[in-house]
């Protein structure tokens, strides 16, 4: 067995790198070839450390959400959603484009980039057509 | 054959402290305030105490601090801290720590000034990169995320969640420690402010002072003392993550695994069960560890928790002091339900006693449906 040498950034680097470049990417393991988050150096579902980074296409389903309520003068109601990525992994995010309320269980979401701050972060809105893939 | 820690150690002393308020104390205060009504409980002083458990949300190295507040000198401490699950695993270290000869006399103990504080939830948890910018509140919109996931795969409703609330309001109507009594209906519920949807405010826990410990003790010497013994029968723990987005899936806790575990070591199964005392930070958390520990089948809490089925007169005792919901509290709360299910087996606890009570099932719960611990508790009978 090789030794780990650390010649790279850690995955949380390399996650927020990719954002600012509006890509939506997540390590995938070349032995189990499963995508997981969030990124981790060593694969959660079968411990190998041969991973690879690759764009998602941003398509996911909504598992769970919440509205959180929030007075109006502190900026109103808001989503927290958990989505299940296509390609396997479930991030925690918020659906845009539509009242808070109405995120609903079972929905097809899309991701987009929030880039406006230092800490780019991945939203999603509803997806126009069922199974569309974004571009980004 | 039956495990080699089944009934080999026995809860001798309990003792509460500051429930509800304890205005100008620390945590410490209070922890030493409880442990010192534990050990007059047993009939034992602290010099006897050789070996500590603890957990704490405010000191991060609670064994030391509390060693040394009390002034005492440990052959054994262990402070692994799995949230408020911690006080119920820390009964299976004991009684590994007991049976091997490493200590004598274990202290289990926690203090919590959560409320005259401020009301704030302590914490020293680290921040969880990936959820932060989404503003969740921790940890109720995880507990909301579970509970809404429930109600879209088994058509649970919120007037079932509501039903929670309301059986451990009547519990604790039956409990003068109680620290809220007054009569609750499943609309004063449904009606209450919304938090983080489905949950409402009073879907939620106290936020309260308080203290408990406990002394553990080897069977051999558990006889020695004040009360009749009771007995660990079994224990098991479980956890499959530490923050929500990696719960495999919201409607299955570990505490599948956890009462399994319990069961396994104890020789029991889930009809041996007298009463049930579970972690009721939120309604939903009722719900699901009735389901994971077997009290029904998967997807049929809603229906097996409403009208009155776990209240006093129904057909599972559960929550029998009123729970989190309403009896107390402080921020980490493992040790108080522990602490009740010994009254329940000591026969002591006045109204609300279910009559004949030899096995409790105790079941702790941490972080955000994270950590899960079981412990069976047992009478002389059950040995």
Not at chain 1, 96 to 101: Q, S, T
Not at chain 2, 124 to 144: F, G
Not at chain 2, 338 to 350: D, T, W
Request: charged share 20%; with cysteine; hydrophobic share 35%.
């Amino acid at each position: 067995m090789t030794q780990i040498t650390n010649k790279e950034v850690g995955p949380d680097q390399i996650y927020t790198d990719y954002l600012k470049k509006q890509i939506f990417a997540l390590p995938k393991c070349m032995k189990c070839k499963k995508y997981h988050f969030f990124p981790r150096t060593a694969c959660p579902h079968c411990g190998s450390f041969k991973l690879e980074w690759y764009p998602v296409t941003g398509a996911g389903e909504v598992y769970s959400c919440t509205t959180i309520y929030r007075k109006s003068e502190r900026g109103g109601n808001y989503n927290v959603s958990l989505i299940t990525l296509n390609e396997g992994p479930r991030i925690m995010s918020r659906v845009e484009g539509v009242e808070p309320e109405s995120v609903k269980i079972g929905s097809r979401v899309t991701a987009s980039i929030d880039n406006e701050t230092d800490e780019p972060f991945v939203i999603f809105t509803p997806t126009e057509i069922p199974g569309s893939c974004h571009t980004y | 054959m039956s495990h080699i820690l089944r009934g080999s150690s026995a809860i001798v002393g309990i003792g509460q402290a500051g429930c509800g308020k304890a205005e100008g104390r620390t945590p410490l205060d209070i922890l030493a305030e409880a442990t010192h009504n534990a050990l007059d409980d047993a009939g034992l002083s602290l010099s006897d105490v050789d070996g500590l458990f603890t957990g704490s949300s405010y000191h991060f190295m609670p064994t030391l601090s509390t060693a040394e507040y009390l002034g005492i000198k440990p052959r054994f401490s262990d402070g692994s801290m799995i949230g408020g699950s911690s006080f119920i695993a820390h009964t299976l270290n004991a009684a590994m720590a007991i049976h091997s000869g490493l200590c004598d006399v274990a202290l289990i103990c926690y203090g919590s000034n959560q409320r005259t504080a401020g009301g704030k939830l302590a914490t020293m948890s680290e921040q969880q990169t990936y959820e932060v910018p989404y503003k969740p509140h921790y940890p109720i919109s995880s507990y909301a995320l579970a509970a809404a996931r429930h109600m879209y795969q088994y058509g649970t409703t919120r007037e079932q969640l509501a039903d929670v609330a309301v059986a451990a309001r009547q519990w604790a109507q039956l409990n003068p420690e109680a620290f809220v009594r007054d009569k609750l209906t499943r609309e004063d519920v449904l009606n209450s402010r919304m938090i983080s949807d489905p949950l409402s405010l009073l879907d939620c826990c106290l936020v309260t002072d308080g203290g408990g410990a406990v002394i553990m003790v080897s069977s051999e010497r558990a006889r020695d003392y004040h009360h009749k013994p009771v007995y660990l029968l079994g224990m098991g723990m479980a956890h499959w993550h530490r923050q929500i987005t990696q719960m495999p899936d919201l409607t299955i806790t570990a505490a599948k695994e956890s009462g399994q575990r319990a069961y396994e070591m104890a020789g029991l199964s889930v009809k041996d069960i007298d009463v049930v005392e579970v972690y009721d930070a939120f309604t939903i958390n009722t719900l699901l560890f009735l389901e994971d520990l077997g009290f029904c089948p998967k997807g049929e809490g809603g229906a097996f928790v409403a009208n009155g089925n776990i209240s006093p007169g129904g057909t599972l005792p559960v929550n029998t002091h009123g729970g989190g919901l309403s009896c107390v509290h402080p921020g980490m709360y493992g040790i108080f339900i522990l602490i009740e299910a010994v009254r329940q087996l000591r026969g002591s606890c006045g109204k609300r006693q279910i009559d004949g009570a030899e096995v409790a099932l105790v079941h702790g719960n941490g972080g955000v449906l994270s950590s899960q611990a079981t412990s069976i508790l047992g009478t002389e009978q059950t040995l």
